[in-house]
């Protein structure tokens, strides 16, 4: 039973427009929400992350949005860059708990 | 090195066989994580050291896989009498202590069963 989802397999946008990722959750337990970008053959690595008791966090071109009443959460990248293609997963964890839980990844392709 | 190094980062097995798995975390990171990525999929949970304590190992799926981390440093996964089922991408992270640290991930290791 997944507990976060990211129900968009893929995505593709053009360069210097605005690409959203979306997520969604169904444990209210979790406190504590990341994305990580992923190329290939490499291990994931950090993007950005947010805390449940915010509901923005900016870093750079990269902004997540939490809606905890939705249980969703997005990242914008803006504007997109052709070095923006890759998996993007998104994490959550529990209080009190240490492990990630992860979605299964959307692709994203930014055309040049 | 700077990062997580993890290896042998393929590793092709024949059904029935043992493989171990080895990962090396970022100096002094207190924590140490385990994943399993099946094709297609998000990683999953496995294991999870803190030094050498394993703390949480509830993602293990089965007696077949045993992780330790005996030093507080490096670590190993194994994965006895391996089937095909077992084909996945391992990866390892490490973080310092703090709950909001970032984990940060090896390259992982490539296991294919036949």
């Known amino acids: 039973d997944q507990q976060v989802k990211q129900n968009s397999p893929s995505l593709s946008v053009q360069e210097g427009r605005i690409s959203i990722l979306n997520c969604d959750y169904t444990?209210?337990?979790?406190?504590?929400f990341l994305w990580y970008k992923k190329y290939p053959a490499e291990g994931p690595t950090f993007l950005i992350s947010?805390?449940?008791?915010?509901d923005k966090n900016e870093d750079g071109r990269f902004t997540v949005f939490l809606n905890k009443s939705a249980k969703h959460l997005s990242l914008h990248i803006v504007p997109s860059q052709p070095g923006d293609s890759a998996v993007y997963f998104c994490?959550?964890?529990?209080?009190?708990?240490?492990?990630?839980?992860f979605g299964k990844g959307t692709k994203l392709t930014v055309n040049p | 090195g700077a990062g997580v190094s993890q290896s042998p980062r393929y590793k092709v097995a024949k059904r029935g066989q043992d493989v171990a798995l080895r990962c090396d975390p970022i100096?002094?990171?207190?924590?140490l994580f385990w994943y399993q990525q099946a094709l297609g999929q998000g990683p999953e949970f496995l294991t999870y050291?803190?030094?050498?304590?394993?703390?949480?190992k509830s993602g293990l799926p089965s007696d077949r896989f045993f992780a330790e981390r005996p030093e507080g440093s490096v670590s190993t996964l194994k994965i006895q009498r391996t089937q095909q089922e077992d084909s996945a991408v391992y990866l390892c992270?490490?973080?310092?202590?703090?709950?909001?640290?970032?984990?940060?991930f090896g390259p992982g290791t490539r296991l294919t069963v036949l």
């Open positions: 992270a490490s973080s310092s202590s703090g709950r909001y640290n970032e984990q940060f």
């Open positions: 994490a959550a964890k529990e209080g009190g708990s240490e492990k990630l839980v």
């Open positions: 100096s002094g990171h207190v924590s």
């Open positions: 444990n209210s337990m979790f406190d504590y």
């Open positions: 050291f803190q030094n050498e304590a394993q703390l949480d």
């Open positions: 947010i805390s449940s008791i915010k």
